[in-house]
């Protein structure tokens, strides 16, 4: 198999829009991805991150722009020709062939040599860890030996792009996390630039080098794991990444008042907007759930314990804090349903946002409910 970046694959995009009729799937995606990068496509369910890949792969035709690699265009050749592999959510192998000759029908469609098919599919079957399977049917396989089928063969043709459309989604949490390390392996030794489209935000920060969050066929946000995750552009994409709690407010003098909720903001974590009406927003993990006052630790609120479920090392806590809002934070100890605690959030672990409209307000509620807006 080829080496890091010995095959090339710079992905340049320009303008890239899909229509539907009168509905804009995807509305002028511009993008640009060195050579050996993996890339994540995050965002929920209609957002555009398939349709965008569809129009990599040729399986779609842009309304308008342009695609390149390598500094070539591929928008207008037919999906054989443009020197992509392609890992489908389904796994989409032949249940009629060996393991052996799903990875090698790629090559057989080239007119590859014979010996030289063979020797390109042992290798790739050794990569994914599958020889001993060569010879087995696809339902002889678990879900996870038959998506490492499929990324065999996508690898096999050696490709200058490959494309994975959420390849984790029909397994098991277990198998989700080890075909996860392994898809990370592999990127790593090979160095095939990847577009990777998940609605998985613990998957698309640990697999990507970057990150492109779109919603309603627009890109929000670009930028590396840590930039996303740590530095949200706005909240939807906090709600995205974890910001479950969501408080519509006022800000002024970097005090927060949302009614009979009232929070000190400021320092790195947070980048409050100049007045009007705002949307603070906390992950769990930062609000501390305790039964007794922590003066000095930060902002204190009353909540009124609604749910506690064990996790581990800590726990999940939900209840209600002062005009009824509702505030999921973590404690170190079990509370009680019914019980009154406080919790606790540090001013710089408030993130401040203008407050979206109306329309991705209902969105973005679904999303830190743990839905997906239909």
Known sequence: MTGRGSGGGALRIRALRREFGSFAALEGLDLDVPAGEFVALLGPSGCGKSTALNLLAGLLEPTTGTVSLDGRRIDRLPPEKRGIGMVFQNYALFPHLTVADNVAFGLRMRGCPKPERAERVRRSLDLVRLRAQADRYPRQLSGGQQQRVAIARAVVVEPR????????????????LDLRTEIRALHQQLGLTTIYVTHDQAEALSLADRLVVLRDGTVQQVGTPAEVYERPANAFVAGFVGYRNSVPGELAAGVFDAGPLVLRVGGTGSTPPDGGRVVAMIRPEDLLITREPATGAGNE????????EYQGRSFAVEG????GRVLHGRSDQPVRPGERAVAVVAPDRIRVFAAPEEGARAGGAALLAGREPS
Do not use: I, Q, Y
């Open 301 to 308: 609120v009353p909540v009124d314990v609604r749910v506690c």
């Open 320 to 323: 209600t804090g002062p005009g």
């Open 161 to 176: 792009l490959v494309l994975m459309d959420e390849p984790l989604s029909n397994l098991d949490a277990s198998l989700r």
